[in-house]
């Protein structure tokens, strides 16, 4: 590969071995949009600067000056909030979007007749939108990132090997459902192919790609060649089936982030000759001081905006990180911090009142509902428990005024989906609810916490996944069916589909109670209600849920990761809970571990990221093996 005129490089031999998604016309669409990495850097060290101030003035979010212009934008916050921006038209195949499934299209150390199953599922599963996740759920060992991108490409131009994995897998289907519905979910697969709109999400602007880099061994924005390879590759195809093209955008925290999606988007439209506003974008609200510029974000993204998805673990690692100052901030156990819970609350209800607020011309947004995370596996009574838990659940959002929800396995599709059925109606955008407000009881309520548990067995809980997280990550699966130790066995207790943000949050409930010195509210253990939570007992944890896992079958610890991945995910997790800086990601530390299973080498590199950040804030997110 000739790379002195060029402005990206290409690791290895990839553009040769992925020449079907690496394509000249998606490699000089990259190379066109390589000028905004420098805008999307700087926008990420405003980010951790917001963030040190924060700490250094003990200052709260706040909501912006209604004066002030939005930045890389013409439009004054006060405009943005009064809906007096030119919004998007909700496309035909995004109006009814009861039940959106999520989870990658491709599977580690996978053949692509293997690992593109994952796309036939999704297609086959009955969801009114799929997304093929890019960020949370797909692994990044190896190149997953790029394996996610063909199996899409293959799927949506209906190749032959796809669509002969199609049929065996609506088989496997319905031989399913006959067992648990007694009758089946797919009955023409080749039309079911076509109901399901496609939906790809791409990394958020905090990472950095792992296979391709700026020719001057700077890390290159992984939000830039996720979006960039799916719409270079597959937009001809989805517009001849009359398909839109669809993104969902992760972790923006401000309006001028969204400014920045927005340009990279009018860019590619006009680099591949489509007219402004074709691509559509949802907004995953994950982050807190998102939730303080919600029209603002809206107004940024414009023509290209169709709605806000609300998450649930990563909004919570959101709030607990921009507190982490805040020695009155702590969260209760994990399991207590529901949707219906304090600042998630009322996190929920700003989301459906901005959604609900006219644009210029009259239109609303969007409302996607949380993510179920249950799965039908398990006893008899564990299933039953765990899908009326998610009906429940699925019925309150709808009641709320969402117009559907996520789910993370393509067998609770059917379960939930008659919810909405029932309901009938297409959406709920445009339904009546108090126009936002922008008060200091307002601001406050976005931080309020409850009295709630916080126990010996919720920090059990939080460890237990966090390494068992670490672990899964560490081997390629980013999304992990997973449960506390102590649970293993009992099929009483259902697995749970966990992503990145499951750790996420689990480590920073974890440093808040150390570091903030908690108090746990029950007596257990030998701990007493209203002992704190120290470092001495937070060690004596680390070790005991360590051996669990050690001593666990293979059908909960895989035995090949208990001398690779294992010891680096649990040296990982005692590293961020132990370090009196708080790193604002997770993510980072399993990032710079990928395919290094050599713990002494881990420990070298976790210092080296440690030591940078403390000493000036300094993420390291480029690949170290590059």
């Given amino acids: 590969m000739t790379t002195a005129a060029r402005v990206l490089e290409i690791r290895s031999t990839l553009e040769t071995t992925f020449a079907d998604v690496l394509t000249p016309a998606a490699i000089t669409a990259l190379e066109h949009l390589a000028h905004f990495d420098r805008d999307r850097k700087q926008l990420m060290d405003a980010r951790l600067e917001r963030r040190r101030e ?93 394996e996610n991108q063909r199996n899409l490409t293959l799927a949506i131009h209906d190749d032959p090997m796809f669509l002969t994995v199609a049929e065996q897998v609506a088989a496997e289907m319905n031989q399913w459902a006959e067992n648990f519905f007694s009758r089946p979910i797919v009955s023409d697969w080749r039309q079911q192919l076509r109901f399901t709109t496609k939906i790809f999400r791409a990394r958020g602007l905090h990472l950095d790609d792992r296979q391709i880099r700026h020719a001057s061994g700077e890390g290159f924005s992984a939000s830039i060649v996720d979006a960039t390879l799916y719409l270079v590759n597959n937009h001809r195809r989805l517009r001849d089936l009359g398909a839109s093209l669809v993104l969902y955008l992760p972790k923006i925290q401000t309006a001028e982030e969204a400014a920045l999606w927005n340009d990279i988007l009018d860019a590619i439209e006009e680099h591949l000759g489509l007219r402004p506003g074709t691509v559509k974008a949802y907004v995953l609200v994950e982050q807190i001081e998102a939730c303080f510029q919600l029209m603002e974000i809206r107004a940024a993204l414009g023509l290209h905006f169709v709605g806000f998805n609300t998450g649930r673990w990563d909004y919570i690692n959101s709030v607990s990180d ?107 955008a445009g339904r009546a609810f108090p126009a936002l407000t922008y008060t200091e009881e307002d601001a406050a309520g976005l931080t309020q916490l409850e009295p709630a548990p916080r126990t010996v067995r919720g920090a059990r809980d939080l460890i237990s996944v966090a390494i068992q997280y670490g672990n899964a990550f560490g081997q390629g699966l980013q999304a992990a069916a997973l449960k506390p130790a102590d649970f293993f066995g009992n099929d009483d207790v259902l697995y749970l589909m966990e992503d990145m943000a499951t750790g996420e949050i689990r480590l920073s409930i974890l440093w808040e109670w150390l570091h903030k010195q908690a108090t746990l509210t029950e007596d257990g253990e030998g701990v007493h209600a209203g002992e704190m939570f120290s470092s001495e007992l937070c060690a004596r944890l680390l070790d005991q849920e360590y051996a669990k896992l050690l001593k666990a079958a293979n059908r909960d610890v895989h035995e090949v990761s208990k001398t690779t991945t294992l010891p680096i995910a649990r040296e990982i997790v005692g590293t961020y809970v132990m370090g009196h800086a708080k790193l604002p990601w997770y993510i980072d530390l399993l990032n710079i571990n990928l395919e290094n299973h050599d713990l002494s080498e881990a420990k070298r590199r976790i210092r080296r990221l440690a030591h940078a950040f403390a000493t000036d804030g300094t993420r390291i997110t480029a690949n170290l093996d590059f």
Avoid: C
Wanted: aromatic share 8%; hydrophobic share 40%; charged share 25%.
């Fill in 54 to 146: 924060r700490t250094a003035t003990k200052q709260r979010i706040a909501f912006l000056d209604p004066s002030t212009t939005i930045g890389r934008t013409g439009i004054t916050v006060a405009d943005a909030r009064e809906g007096k921006f030119n919004g998007s038209e909700t496309p035909q195949d995004l109006r009814r979007q009861w039940i959106q499934g999520t989870g990658p299209a491709a599977r580690p150390h996978a053949p692509v007749e293997v690992s593109i199953r994952n796309v036939a599922y999704a297609l086959l599963s009955g969801a009114d939108g799929w997304m093929f996740d890019g960020e949370d759920a797909l692994g990044q060992v190896s190149t997953m990132s790029l």
């Fill in 322 to 428: 921009a507190l982490a100052w805040d020695p009155e901030f702590i969260n209760p156990n994990i399991d207590a911090i529901t949707m219906t819970y304090g600042y998630m609350r009322h996190y929920e209800d700003r989301v459906r009142r901005a959604v609900n607020t006219p644009d210029r011309d009259g239109r609303f947004a969007l409302w996607q509902g949380g993510m179920e995370p249950n799965i039908p596996v398990g006893s008899e009574a564990g299933v039953a428990a765990g899908m009326k838990r998610a009906l429940a659940g699925a019925e309150r959002e709808q009641r709320e005024g969402a117009s559907g929800k996520w789910v993370a396995h393509w067998k609770m599709v059917h379960i939930v989906r008659p919810v909405w059925e029932k309901a009938r109606d297409a959406n709920q």
